[in-house]
């Protein structure tokens, strides 16, 4: 078909053409990388908004602002309480939290507290029959709608069971939806 | 000259083709749109029907006026309830039947009716495959409401696609009516 | 000419032909998106991505025996009961396992039931990385689906490309293909153990 078409025309007019095929084939290179990193954009930005990757340490009994409000890790203890699997621990984490922004529903959307290891291993909140929080600790959910106000310092904790390897090293953590993918990673106590 | 002619001819008759294809399909398929639509046959009562995705088999249909297989009544509601045999024919466990019964001639509420295994009470549970169950499907009616002594039940099946247009995934679609089953209806006083 | 139009055709049949090759060979898009399964046998820990599972125990029964809202309930079934005791950890973060399948010999899909409610020992479990719990799954089987089988395991019921744990169940069959103990009654609130 093509051949039909090139026949009979001069000889430049086939040198341009061939310059613009060669010159589209380069623009190919260029383009589609780009339209895949265009339509990737969004998704690899709500991927990053919904993960915790990237540790931001503070040193005990310093507080970090975070979420618009400043973190202190109160205390950390753990032990043999409750009722619990063999060769784990029962442990409660609080942070001591100044309230900045008190636009709690907006930038703690997601809020998590963790405890970390240093193997990288992570362990979330989790109910212990017979272990309850301290009086005036809550959790982070119900932080968000307690109406704390601007300059209140509020206590948030929760519970976690910890296996018996993993008791010495774990260090607590908090991510925050409007943070992410950055979160806060804290020393643990001096012995 | 003739060459000219000839060509242009050839370019009428191509593009001409698709208009004159399209032309003689719709007018085939008015012309058989025409011709009186089947009816819906009457379905057997005393043998599982096959219905897309469900063996069915409608074993009662009656009126409660009291709570019924778990299901809540209003005061001064009454429910019409019917009682079949749904078998699930595909290879996963599904709950796609609330659509297969819907009764005629009743004003019934828009939207499924409730729908409990008559052997605990659970209501809405997924089948699983190959395994028979008695379901009863209820429809709240008011309490006044005028019941024949007979009531149809339209019976709704689809058809199964390997791929569908979209995804090319295989499911379910098409909803079509089958045909109907008549049953008597029961009153049967407050029990169940 | 003619050689042109020969030519002309060769290549509109070669289109056609590889075209339909191409269409008929596409997998399916079920399969594209399908979980990645880890097989395993019984009594070994299948590391899948985000969890791990050991499936420890499959006991048949006639009826369930539970306690709901205070009330003992005994839920018969069509088939069988079967109640698969499990032993679950997480690989490196706090997760949880939600979605057990029973697939049959044949490729019948059942998946765990749904008339028990909630339980603090049925799905969704939450796991965590070092530590292993008991869970169960519980399904409702013909007899016939038993010999063969296989348990699936996955992190959530619609996870396409997450990696799904493919356990091959060994049933203890009697001679006429049914499993060779089947209790009559099974109490899902007696300790674990004794049943």
């Known amino acids: 078909m ?21 010159r589209s084939l380069a623009a190919l290179a260029i383009l589609l990388p780009l339209t895949l990193a265009e339509t990737s954009y969004d998704s690899v930005r709500e991927w990053l908004h919904g993960e915790d990757l990237v540790a931001r340490d503070v040193d005990f009994g310093r507080s970090a602002p975070f979420g618009g409000s400043d973190w202190r890790l109160a205390d950390l203890r753990g032990g043999k309480a409750g009722r619990l699997p063999d060769r784990a621990f029962a442990v409660i984490a609080t942070f001591s939290v100044t309230i900045g922004d008190p636009d709690l529903q907006r930038l703690w959307l997601g809020c998590k507290l963790m405890l970390t290891d240093a193997t990288g291993r992570r362990w979330l909140p989790d109910f212990i029959s017979g272990v309850s929080l301290p009086d005036g600790v809550m959790n982070c959910t119900s932080a968000i709608f307690s109406g704390a106000k601007k300059g209140d310092v509020i206590t948030i904790g929760d519970t976690f069971i910890v296996p018996e390897d993993a008791i010495k090293t774990i260090r607590p953590a908090v991510g925050l939806g409007s943070e992410r993918p950055w979160y806060l990673r804290f020393q643990r106590p001096p012995k | 000259m003739f060459e000219t002619a000839r060509s242009r001819v050839q370019t009428w008759i191509t593009a001409g083709a698709g208009s004159i294809a399209a032309l003689f399909v719709a007018g085939l398929m008015g012309a058989f749109g025409a011709l009186p639509a089947h009816a819906p046959p009457q379905l057997p009562l005393d043998v599982a029907v096959d ?12 009126v409660s006026h009291a709570d019924v297989h778990g299901v809540p009544l209003k005061p001064g509601q009454k429910a019409l309830v019917l009682e079949a045999d749904l078998t699930n024919r595909t290879a996963q466990s599904d709950k796609a039947y609330f659509n297969v019964f819907r009764p005629e001639g009743l004003a019934v509420p828009e939207g499924p009716p409730m729908i409990a295994l008559t052997r605990d009470s659970t209501l809405t ?16 009616l008011a309490g006044d409401a005028k019941i024949p002594a007979a009531i149809g039940f339209v019976v709704t099946a689809e058809i199964f696609k390997p791929r569908d247009n979209l995804y090319g995934a295989p499911g379910w679609f098409n909803p079509y009516r089958l045909g109907t089953v008549t049953l008597p209806v029961a009153d049967v006083g407050t029990g169940s | 000419m003619r050689t042109r139009a020969i030519g002309n055709l060769l290549i509109l049949v070669a289109t056609v032909a590889l075209s339909y090759g191409m269409q008929v060979s596409k997998p399916h898009y079920a399969d594209l998106t ?6 395993g046998a019984m009594h070994d820990m299948v590391r899948a991505r985000s969890f791990g599972v050991r499936l420890d125990k499959v006991v048949f029964a006639r009826a369930l025996k539970t306690s709901q809202f205070g009330r003992t309930k005994l839920l018969t079934t069509s088939g069988l009961w079967a109640v698969v005791t499990t032993s679950l950890t997480a690989t490196s973060a706090s997760a949880t ?38 869970g169960l799954f519980v399904f409702e089987v013909p007899a016939d689906q038993i010999g063969g089988a296989t348990l699936l395991v996955a992190a959530r019921q619609f996870a396409p490309l997450d990696a799904q744990a493919r356990i091959s169940l060994d049933a203890s069959l009697g001679d006429d293909g049914q499993p060779a103990e089947v209790l009559p009654q099974y109490d899902l609130d007696a300790p674990p153990g004794k049943t």
């Open chain 1, 2 to 22: 093509t051949a039909i078409s090139t026949d009979g025309k001069p000889a430049a007019d086939r040198q341009a053409e061939k310059k613009w095929r060669r």
């Open chain 2, 51 to 62: 219905a897309g995705r469900w063996r069915i088999k409608p074993i009662r249909a009656y």
């Open chain 2, 125 to 140: 549970p997924e089948l699983h495959p190959g395994m028979t169950e008695r379901m009863a499907y209820v429809w709240p």
């Open chain 3, 34 to 39: 399908a979980p990645i399964p880890v097989g």
């Open chain 3, 97 to 134: 396992v939600a979605d057990g399948t029973w697939q049959g010999p044949a490729g019948l899909r059942y998946r765990q039931t749904e008339r028990l409610g909630y339980r603090q020992d049925m799905p969704p479990h939450a796991v965590d990385p070092g530590l292993e719990r008991r």
